[in-house]
């Protein structure tokens, strides 16, 4: 069974720049995640979907951060402009059904330099 | 609110030496809780998890306990090897399905 893809693994930009992030989770989950994981600290969520709706966006920065699932499969994550701060591995996970006992599965995650 | 508080690194072991990577955490309710482990260069893989009090997780050696009473499930390992170099992270899930990290402990095992 094929894991959580992310692309791209690596990216550089400067400040006031857009980027985008891509996730396909495991065929078959329902529920996606993604996670900012600054250096030195443990992973935060930012945002989970249920399939195309989204069930947790409270610690997301809207002024800046948007993402979507239109499909209900893959995921995008986009950050307009980009800070300094932003700099840090961006992670998405999946889960079959987002219950309360699921193990989540984690991608590679994409590495974001903010120059 | 819920967090995890995590015993902080960087440990230097031994190989074959003793390990333990403490983990206490703040809860409502009745979260899960898990040790996740990133290997250099890889993303987070699960490592054991447990689901309810006194449940015991293991996997390739490692094992905690949920301990309630104390709200701790710290990680041991008997004796570890090279490979088990890695950063560890301790987690809880609450009933939202909001998965919290502690800030993770880097292990480097030297032979």
């Known amino acids: 069974e094929a894991g959580v893809a992310q692309s791209p693994r690596y990216k550089i930009i400067e400040k006031r720049q857009s980027v985008a992030f891509w996730c396909n989770p495991i065929?078959?989950?329902?529920?996606l995640y993604w996670y900012q994981q600054i250096l030195g600290q443990g992973p935060k969520l930012l945002i989970q979907?249920?399939?195309?709706?989204?069930?947790?966006d409270s610690q997301l920065p809207k002024d800046r951060f948007s993402a979507e699932r239109l499909k209900g499969v893959d995921s995008t994550l986009k950050i307009q402009p980009a800070k300094l701060e932003d700099s840090a591995v961006y992670l998405c996970?999946?889960?079959?059904?987002?219950?309360?006992?699921?193990?989540?599965?984690f991608g590679p995650g994409t590495r974001l330099l903010v120059l | 609110g819920d967090s995890v508080t995590q015993m902080e690194g960087p440990v230097t072991l031994s190989e074959e030496a003793f390990l333990t990577i403490n983990c206490t955490y703040t809860?409502?309710?009745?979260?899960?809780l898990f040790w996740y482990v990133q290997y250099p260069g890889e993303g987070l893989q699960l490592l054991l998890k447990?689901?309810?009090?006194?449940d015991k997780g293991s996997n390739k050696g490692f094992e905690a306990t949920y301990r309630k009473e104390t709200t701790s499930f710290h990680l041991e390992k008997g004796s570890v090897q090279v490979s088990d170099s890695a950063v560890y992270f301790c987690?809880?899930?609450?009933?939202?399905?909001?998965?919290?990290f502690g800030t993770g402990t880097r292990l480097t095992v030297i032979p």
């Open positions: 065929s078959g989950h329902a529920t």
């Open positions: 447990a689901t309810k009090a006194d």
């Open positions: 996970a999946s889960t079959k059904a987002g219950g309360s006992q699921e193990t989540q599965y």
């Open positions: 809860a409502t309710g009745y979260p899960s």
């Open positions: 987690a809880l899930l609450t009933g939202a399905n909001n998965l919290f």
């Open positions: 979907f249920q399939n195309n709706g989204v069930v947790d």
